[in-house]
Nanobody, 120 residues
Framework: QVHLVESGGGLVQAGGSTSISCTAFAQTFSKYAMGWFRQAPGKEREFVAAISGSGNRTYYGDSVEGRFTISRDNARNTVSLQMSSLTTEDTAVYYC?????????????WGQGTQVTVSS
């Protein structure tokens, strides 16, 4: 129904910055709330950021507030996550997710994930 494909990620040094993106193959992307989540080894999945369909509202997890920025380009059906001041604690697989109801409380579709590794 909704196919999400992520790009970016890789190895980044501590203190540095990087960005990851997600392309949604959907007809009504602007209606979807989009989110980023991450999961590190041995830990549960963690909320990172979310953005409303219009892009007018954003939300961030406590651990990334002030360091990460979520954005979207509805003309290109993409959502991005800009990450700065990275630490080794940010090392995780990052997943994008879509909520077709634009509520941001139930993300029903998920990408395959992309690895972000922060080296010291």
């Amino acid at each position: 129904q909704v196919h999400l494909v992520e790009s970016g990620g890789g190895l980044v040094q501590a203190g540095g910055s990087t960005s990851i993106s997600c392309t949604a193959f959907a007809q009504t992307f602007s209606k979807y709330a989009m989110g980023w989540f991450r999961q590190a080894p041995g830990k549960e999945r963690e909320f990172v950021a979310a953005i409303s369909g219009s892009g007018n509202r954003t939300y961030y997890g406590d651990s990334v507030e002030g360091r990460f920025t979520i954005s979207r380009d509805n003309a290109r059906n993409t959502v991005s996550l800009q990450m700065s001041s990275l630490t080794t604690e940010d090392t995780a697989v990052y997943y994008c997710a879509a909520d077709p109801d634009d509520r941001g409380v139930s993300f029903d579709f998920w990408g395959q994930g992309t690895q972000v590794t922060v080296s010291s």
